[in-house]
């Protein structure tokens, strides 16, 4: 990690009010307050879980969780339950042979004429993320310790976890769904202010 | 079109001009390989036309919804005929419920698995009327006798070897006499029917040329999509269309009574202004209705007595001395079609006549369906009857021919009405909650020594087929509602319970015996499993009269094939399920697995049928294939549920039909046999349901009284 | 706004709002009405058709999104030798019943077959149960795929 992406995750982190069980997400737009003083008296591993347990919010919406699944099938909706029609990743995660994610999923959002989906969900790389990234069924603690394992998040470093969360416009899709779905909590800018923290604050992981 | 109309030309011409006007309705190959010019044609009978150039033209009154009508209709008459079936043209049937009527109905209906029976008595006799009086034709023509005469691949041929063809005297052959009793083929004869001749809808139908009723576009056609009340029942109050109306394509908003149109250039245009309408709706009386108040209604019927419809020996005895006794209620769920095809219907209207492109089943009641809707009368309404994507029961029904003249009354120009599949699913005509008690007396062996069977229902024939009723019964809903069985004492009793007014309801891909061998099987099934005893054994010992010969001869090859007595692992299952219906007799053994979450896999079904005389084996099996997949996604899936009188399904996420991974491996061995021909379209859906219930109680235990079957009732530990 | 669109071959203009699906240009504007519509919501693959070769539902298909690329529907399925063999295999195995879902049912059977050539019934299922059908044509479907994969290999046996 370089000491430039510290410097701006400490910048960063002014902005964000964090205290466990105190939803951060919706506060983050609001300048910092005098919590923050009490804030560096906290242990920073049990600051830095508190920030995780705030980033799960986003990560365990079913925004992100439905692509991330426990089997090589994606669910869908609200209430996560089995993608309609029945998908399978394929062996890059894009669908069969023959059937692409992109069959259905276009570049965009597109509306329909449905009722119960009221859209088609897109992004120019829609996939379903690899076997190694699956999470649901998982807890806080279990999916935070595999998105730091290189060998189940892509290789990536701390630091590009962090630009994934921030920037990646496939993770932004999150919060702009399309029509009839639920946006993740708060918003992308505000997650990958407490991706940063987190991982300023040494990136700790909750138990369990 | 108009002008000549207006200067009153024949309805026969109306017709032709229309055809040719709209397309789509002449199909088959001309003898001459070009396109149809006959020339003069000479009609030798409702269903057989002969041009001057030779062309014969078979006029089909079985509409062709993928059941294979066509093919086995151009069969019956090819062979009458002496004709080459790849060399003949077909068309359906116009509206002409005198005509075209089908024997076993009475009117003109596609349904109940009727087309083959309907065409067996009626087009062999008409082809080989049509043969004799060409021979005849010929015979006077040469001043021979006619037994001087054969007819060979279109020709008559005299002893002597002059030959004629069908077109050289068809205009003499139509001025004789129709032969009273004409002669048909001997079976042993045939060269055509008994074949598993191709089935000729196959080519348009893979090269995107087949046109079905959502195809047509007559020139000049708009595009219009409606929203009915969300309320089933439900009326308009009223609709704000000023934003509608600035959408981009949009033409114009048409306000029905119980529904809206909108009108534009495409329908994609339309449905983006029918998004954008400002509605309000009187929800009427079923503003709160639910389905636990429906299946509460049903219930309470089930206590009321019935209307005794059938009676063998004497029940309320047997039951009082019966030491032993069992009873069971069957709770049958509300049901979609779900045809792929969303309703559609196209509609040109002007002032002295109407011309609509639809799919139907009923032709007849479409045409007075839309002469009722225009005002007109019947003669000046033309129906063009392309093909059906898929019919189902639900297009025998006529609300949406109704519906897309009420439009066209409001648009200038043809106007095509097509319901999205959230409206094709929630303004169904639906199949209604069955519900039905079963009580059997027992006696020697845990065997029935009496079978009661009060079945709670629509009368749906009361106002579908009043001649399907006898003594205030719908004799549908009571179809085999005792099974193929051997039993002494039996009481069906029907106690009817309608839909609260505004949820419509009707037929549903087979009928009575969907309903009732589901019935009928699982209580057998759960009676052998209380006897100890094994349910293809504990069958067979009640099917020992000539009149359970057939079906017990089905159940016998289905459970051969099937491997009946072979063990299967853990949570797997085999069921078995016989019945008698359409004048068929099924035995169908399914095959399931059932994962510790309760879902159901289906892993195979066999089927053996008897069906009697088989004009097409190829076509019976792809019927019992498909009615089976059909009865697969009824056991497991099917169900609309209604909440503030609404229905809560609108498409295929929450309204789920089998797809590909879930479709088991089948078998249908057809069984010998020289009986009249049985239906086969529905059978294959009756015994599916039947056969999976009961394996699944095989494989977990858990007997399901209700359909469709639900996970959590059959969880592993 | 007029779009000009590649289908079939040919270029075809079509004066609609962007966000029109392909489907309803295909089917109310060109008149190309072999592609069906089924359910709107990509749910049942009756309005599937090939974009650059690749199966896409036309239904969730916004006409703005295809730009210059080549759109194929069943009209011209046969003129390829997969969309051929399937074709043959259709006939041979007469697989349609009602056939309303069936153009769907062999463009996605044709960007199966031109993406794996010797599909297992797995692989098929896999790719098909995208496509409803309410016939039950579902175990005819897959013995057509495989006959045609039977096809196309003969077929390069004798080229070769």
Known sequence: MTRDFLHAVASLAVLCTVVPGVIALNVVSSTADQTAATDVQQPAHERSVALFLDAARVIESPRCMNCHPATRSPTQGEAMRLHTPPIDAGSEGHGPLGLNCNTCHGSENVSTIGIDIASIPGHPHWMLAPASMSWQGKTPGEICRQIKDLTRNGGRTLEQIHEHMAKDSLVGWAWNPGDGREPAPGSQEAFGILVGEWIATGAACPEG | ?717 | MLYNLQVNGAVHQADVDGGTPVLWVLRDILGLTGTKFGCGIAMCGACTVHVDGEARRSCVTPIDFVGGAEIRTIETLGEGKVGSALQQAWRELDVVQCGYCQPGQLMSAAALLAANVQPTDADIDAVMSGNICRCGTYGRIRAGIKRAAQILASAGEVAK
């Not at chain 2, 095959?591 to 084996?617: F, H, L, M, T």
């Open chain 2, 1 to 717: 079109m108009t002008a000549i109309l207006s200067h009153g030309i024949s309805r026969r011409a109306f017709l032709t001009a229309s055809a040719a006007l709209g397309g789509g309705l002449l199909l088959g190959f001309p003898l001459s390989g070009q396109a149809a010019s006959q020339g003069v044609a000479s009609d030798l009978n409702a269903f057989i036309r002969v041009g001057a150039d030779n062309t014969v033209t078979l006029v089909l009154p079985y509409v062709e919804m993928g059941q294979g009508a066509y093919t086995s209709q151009v069969q019956l008459l090819a062979e009458e005929l002496e004709l080459d079936p790849a060399r003949v043209l077909y068309e359906a049937a116009p509206p002409d419920e005198g005509r075209y009527a089908s024997p076993l109905f009475g009117g003109q209906i596609t349904g109940g698995s009727g087309s083959l029976r309907g065409a067996w008595r009626t087009l062999r006799a008409a082809g080989a009327a049509a043969r004799e009086m060409l021979v005849t034709a010929a015979a006077q023509r040469w001043s021979v006798s006619s037994e001087s005469c054969r007819v060979e691949n279109g020709q008559i041929i005299h002893a002597s070897g002059r030959t004629l063809t069908y077109g050289e005297v068809a205009a003499e052959a139509a001025l004789l006499p129709v032969p009273d009793a004409p002669v048909v083929k001997q079976r042993s004869n045939y060269r055509v029917v008994g074949q598993s001749l191709r089935r000729l809808d196959t080519p348009a139908k893979i090269d995107g040329t087949a046109k079905f009723g959502i195809d047509a576009r007559p020139p000049g056609v708009q595009y219009a999509v409606v929203a009915s009340c969300p309320v089933l029942g439900g009326k308009m109050k009223s609709v704000d269309t000023s934003a509608a109306l600035m959408m981009p394509g949009v033409k114009q908003v048409v306000r029905l009574e119980r529904a809206v149109a909108v009108v534009a250039t495409n329908t994609w245009a339309a449905w983006k202004g029918l998004e954008v309408l400002n509605m309000e709706w009187d929800a009427g009386a079923n503003a709160s209705l639910t389905t636990q108040q429906m299946v509460d209604a049903a219930d309470a019927a089930l206590g009321r007595s019935g209307i005794v419809s059938t009676v063998v020996g004497d029940v309320d005895q047997t039951e009082m001395t019966a030491t032993d006794r069992y009873e069971a209620v069957v709770r049958l769920p509300l049901l979609a079609h779900a045809a792929m095809e969303p309703l559609n219907c196209t509609v040109d209207l002007r002032p002295d006549r109407c011309e609509v492109w639809v799919g139907s089943q009923v032709v007849g009641r479409a045409q007075k369906a839309a002469a009722d809707a225009a005002g007109l009368p019947l003669e000046r309404v033309a129906i063009h009857n392309l093909f059906l994507g898929g019919g189902f029961g639900r297009r025998l029904e006529t609300d949406y021919v109704t519906q897309a003249v009420q439009v066209a009354r409001h648009v200038s120009g043809p106007v095509k009405v097509t319901w999205s599949r959230e409206e094709d699913i929630r303004q169904e005509v639906f199949r209604y909650h069955n519900h039905s008690r079963v009580t059997v007396a027992l006696g020697d062996g845990g065997a029935p020594a009496s079978w009661r069977h009060k079945v709670v229902g629509p009368n749906i024939m009361s106002r579908f087929l009043p001649v399907y009723q006898k003594d205030g019964v719908d004799l549908d809903v009571v179809n085999a509602a005792s099974g193929p069985y051997d039993i002494p004492n039996i009481l069906i009793e029907y106690s009817r319970n309608e839909a609260p007014e505004g949820l419509h309801t009707g037929n549903w891909r087979g009928v009575g015996p969907t309903r009732n061998v589901f019935i009928v099987e699982s209580v057998v099934d759960d009676l052998a499993h209380r006897a100890g005893r094994d349910p293809v054994e504990y069958r067979r010992a009640m099917m020992n009269s000539a009149d359970t010969a057939r079906p017990r001869a089905a159940l016998e090859l289905a459970v051969q094939h099937a491997g009946w007595d072979e063990t299967l692992p853990a949570r797997h299952g085999r069921g078995a399920a016989v019945f008698s219906g359409f004048d068929s007799h099924v035995g169908m053994v399914a095959e399931v697995a059932v994962d510790i979450n309760g879902r159901v896999s289906v892993q195979k079904v066999i089927c053996a049928i008897d069906a009697g005389y088989v004009v097409n084996p190829d076509i019976v099996r792809a019927q019992i294939e498909g009615g089976i997949i059909f009865g697969l996604s009824a056991v497991l899936y099917g169900q609309v549920t209604i909440a503030g009188g609404q229905v809560e399904q609108s498409n295929f996420d929450t309204y789920p039909v089998l797809r590909m991974r879930e479709a088991p491996r089948i078998e249908v061995h057809i069984i010998d046999s020289d009986e009249e021909p049985g239906g086969v379209g529905e059978p294959g859906t009756a015994g599916a349901i039947a056969a999976v219930a009961n394996a699944v109680f095989a494989a977990t235990g858990f007997r399901a009284l209700t359909l469709p079957l639900n996970p959590s009732d059959l969880r592993g530990v």
